[in-house]
């Protein structure tokens, strides 16, 4: 895939409707995104499978014939592009609907529900090479309230890749700036070769979102 050069015309949103100011903006930030132009002209599901190639060509995640897990995976871009990376094995879930993917085990269901990991193991059906989440709370305005949900979820989801990531294996998640509080760094850091946060270039510069990369599981 080549990346967005960010040269496109830029719009203004015309609408008979009137809309907030906030909705408006919205739309016209979307509307010239260089990343959702390049996603519709490849047919790819969303402008955020550009988020995990450009973290996949630098911290080299993802190889053919692993087994990996896409945690809050709608409406299917990361998915996507781990079927292009001829992946053996995706396991995806998400409490939103996501149409069929070839070669995608999907289950519409909320993570947080009890039964998730369970359901998920079963699917998969042995160990996993990589777990992905790009899980999120919604969003209430509120800084600390959002950070604590978001790192409540990654709490979750790394509670689910300790049980099934191979020795060897990558744990990558979706957190807020400011990084992921120090209690659930100092669990994850020493499980892995190597931790760190990256911003990937397809992440909005507005957006507090980063990722932890975690590679190299001890087991």
Do not use: C
């Not at 094995?89 to 990991?117: S, Y």
């Not at 160990?127 to 979820?153: E, I």
């Not at 744990?171 to 931790?195: M, N, Y």
């Amino acid at each position: 895939m080549r990346r967005p050069s960010g040269r496109e015309r830029t719009q203004r949103v015309k609408s008979g409707k009137k809309l907030k100011t906030s909705s408006t903006k919205w739309l016209e930030r979307h509307i010239n995104d260089p990343y959702v132009h390049e996603a519709n002209k490849l047919g790819l599901r969303s402008r955020a499978a550009f988020k995990i190639m450009q973290m996949d060509d630098k911290l080299r995640l993802i190889k053919p014939g692993m087994r990996v897990v896409d945690l809050g995976s709608a409406p299917g871009g990361w998915s996507q592009y781990l079927g292009q990376k001829k992946v053996a094995k995706i396991t995806a879930i998400d409490i939103l609907p996501m149409d069929p993917l070839d070669g995608v085990d999907f289950i519409q269901m909320d993570f947080t529900d009890n039964e998730a990991p369970t359901k998920l193991k079963e699917m998969m059906g042995g160990m996993a090479d990589v777990v992905l989440s790009d899980l999120s709370p919604n969003t209430t305005g509120h800084k600390r309230t959002d950070h604590l949900r978001m790192v409540a979820l990654v709490e979750m989801a790394w509670d689910f890749a300790e049980e099934v990531l191979k020795p060897g294996g990558a744990f990558v998640a979706k957190v807020f700036q400011g990084g992921t509080q120090d209690e659930l760094l100092s669990l994850i850091k020493p499980r892995f070769a190597t931790i760190k946060h990256v911003k990937p270039p397809a992440s909005r510069q507005e957006s507090s979102e980063v990722y932890l990369v975690a590679q190299g599981f001890k087991g």
